[in-house]
């Protein structure tokens, strides 16, 4: 992990590498990230977008990160990480970044039939 300055105000920082299709760079205040992989639902193959990154900033000032999966067999997706820091908070000797890494629902993060 790069612990780089920011270079100006911007909230968040996307890097993406996508080998010999290019590679795409950007800084900005708010966020959103799929990822789709190719899967197949009966006899027919389809993108599903497995991970979804969304980034924002909340009331308060602070920034999240949250990551969610999903799968054709569950409802909804699941939060499977909350990455919440504080930039605005200075004069503390520990880092403003807290993580929390339990999944969403009562029934927690689980492997759906048919996924591996």
């Keep these: 992990m790069d612990l780089m300055a920011p270079p100006d105000r ?3 920082q996307v890097q993406c590498d996508a080998g010999s299709q290019g590679r795409f760079e950007v800084g900005t205040d708010t ?3 799929r990822v789709g992989q190719r899967m197949r639902e009966g006899k027919e193959q389809e993108m599903w977008d497995s991970v979804n990154i969304l980034c924002k900033e ?3 000032g602070s920034l999240t990160v949250e990551v969610l ?3 054709p067999d ?3 997706a699941k939060t499977i990480a909350a990455i919440h820091s504080r930039p605005q908070e200075s004069g503390t000797g520990t880092p403003s ?4 890494l339990q999944p969403s629902g ?3 993060l689980h492997r759906a039939s048919g996924a591996q």
């Design 58 to 60: 909340q009331p308060d």
């Design 69 to 71: 999966v999903s799968h």
């Design 74 to 76: 569950w409802e909804e």
């Design 10 to 12: 911007r909230k968040f």
């Design 97 to 100: 970044l807290n993580c929390d």
């Design 106 to 108: 009562p029934e927690g």
């Design 31 to 33: 966020l959103s990230v």
